[in-house]
């Protein structure tokens, strides 16, 4: 993930409050609902099919119950309306949100990872069991499963523009990729390699950890009030620079809070200006470019006498 920031210049209708608090639940309750059937069902064929691979992919689905959870909850105050307290709003509750996403992935990550090593390290690869059929359907269907939570939860996270919906649906993926190693490691033991389904537990481990660390370092960036990148705000100075009156841009500063955008910025304008018509300009560009760069929450603009 990289902390430059996409361009959203089109105008994007925003939403009534009413409905991304559907949208919201609705992810929410598809996300929680598909993982506690798909885990209790993946633990089952793993106790059962003598697959550790398979429990190891069970219990890293059971953490997308919480996940899923805490993404809806990380949203749901996001969306809060600035108050006394917080003049700012609250959209960084969606970075906390992602961070504790983050958190419970390693964690997962690392006690799958080290449930392997241990087994391997051991040697005893003769006694090791063999996965029954049914862990190999539940890999199979847990593949299918997880990865079409992935796009479904991918689609809403971009209406919503949610960095924890974004973090909730790769959480999806990697399961889905888990799966894939679980699917390797049992087809791998039923043909006479037992050892593979303790690989595929560390398989799982590293994909695991690689999300994680994707979802905590964006978390983190856009905890530092970073610059949206050179492209971004190259593209939102030449708009402005287009707009009437406006004689040229002297400073622009952008920084993501959350899933939203502030720009700090300095104008040039004619020095002869009465303060009512120089006030005017600045409140007819604040309000364009709010209206043509959806993501952007506020400006604050200084206007220079033209030299």
């Given at each position: 993930?990289?902390?430059n920031?996409?361009?959203?210049?089109?105008?994007?209708?925003?939403?009534?409050?009413?409905?991304?608090?559907?949208i919201?639940?609705?992810?929410?309750?598809?996300?929680?609902?598909?993982?506690?059937?798909?885990?209790?069902?993946?633990?089952?064929?793993?106790?059962?099919?003598?697959s550790?691979?398979?429990?190891?992919?069970?219990?890293?689905?059971?953490?997308?119950?919480?996940?899923?959870?805490?993404?809806?909850?990380?949203?749901?105050?996001?969306?809060?309306?600035a108050?006394?307290?917080?003049?700012?709003?609250?959209?960084?509750?969606?970075?906390?949100a992602?961070?504790?996403?983050?958190?419970?992935?390693?964690?997962?990550?690392?006690?799958?990872?080290?449930?392997?090593?241990?087994?391997?390290f051991a040697?005893?690869?003769?006694?090791?069991?063999?996965?029954?059929?049914?862990a190999?359907?539940?890999?199979?269907?847990?593949?299918?499963?997880?990865?079409?939570?992935?796009?479904?939860?991918?689609?809403?996270?971009?209406?919503?523009?949610?960095?924890?919906?974004?973090?909730?649906?790769?959480?999806?993926?990697?399961?889905?990729f888990s799966?894939?190693?679980?699917?390797?490691?049992?087809?791998?033991?039923?043909?006479?390699?037992?050892?593979?389904?303790?690989?595929a537990?560390?398989?799982?481990?590293?994909?695991?950890?690689?999300?994680?660390?994707?979802?905590?370092?964006?978390?983190?960036?856009?905890?530092?009030?970073t610059?949206?990148?050179?492209?971004?705000?190259?593209?939102?100075?030449?708009?402005?620079?287009?707009?009437?009156?406006?004689?040229?841009?002297?400073?622009?500063?952008?920084?993501?809070?959350g899933?939203k955008?502030?720009?700090?910025?300095?104008?040039?304008?004619?020095?002869?200006?009465?303060?009512?018509?120089?006030?005017?300009?600045?409140?007819?560009?604040?309000?364009?470019?709010?209206?043509?760069?959806?993501?952007?929450?506020?400006?604050?603009?200084?206007?220079?006498?033209?030299?």
């Amino acid at each position: 993930m990289t902390a430059n920031k996409e361009i959203q210049i089109e105008n994007i209708p925003s939403k009534a409050g009413s409905h991304e608090n559907a949208i919201i639940q609705r992810i929410s309750l598809v996300g929680i609902a598909g993982n506690v059937t798909l885990s209790a069902f993946k633990l089952f064929a793993g106790i059962a099919g003598r697959s550790g691979a398979m429990v190891s992919d069970a219990v890293h689905s059971f953490s997308d119950v919480l996940a899923t959870f805490i993404a809806f909850l990380g949203v749901r105050l996001s969306k809060k309306e600035a108050d006394k307290m917080h003049p700012y709003g609250h959209e960084r509750f969606e970075c906390v949100a992602s961070l504790l996403l983050g958190a419970i992935l390693l964690i997962t990550g690392v006690g799958i990872g080290r449930a392997g090593l241990e087994t391997i390290f051991a040697g005893s690869y003769k006694t090791l069991a063999i996965p029954g059929t049914i862990a190999l359907a539940a890999a199979i269907l847990s593949i299918v499963s997880k990865e079409a939570m992935y796009w479904y939860t991918r689609h809403y996270a971009k209406v919503l523009n949610s960095p924890a919906f974004m973090a909730d649906a790769w959480h999806h993926r990697s399961d889905a990729f888990s799966s894939v190693g679980s699917l390797i490691g049992i087809a791998g033991a039923r043909l006479g390699f037992p050892v593979m389904d303790s690989i595929a537990s560390i398989v799982i481990c590293l994909f695991i950890l690689k999300v994680s660390y994707d979802i905590l370092k964006d978390a983190i960036v856009k905890m530092l009030d970073t610059s949206c990148g050179e492209d971004y705000e190259t593209a939102l100075a030449a708009y402005i620079s287009a707009q009437e009156d406006v004689i040229q841009v002297d400073v622009l500063h952008s920084r993501m809070f959350g899933n939203k955008t502030y720009i700090d910025m300095e104008l040039q304008v004619d020095g002869d200006l009465s303060l009512r018509e120089a006030h005017a300009i600045a409140e007819r560009i604040h309000d364009n470019v709010e209206a043509h760069f959806s993501d952007i929450k506020h400006i604050t603009i200084h206007l220079n006498p033209a030299v």
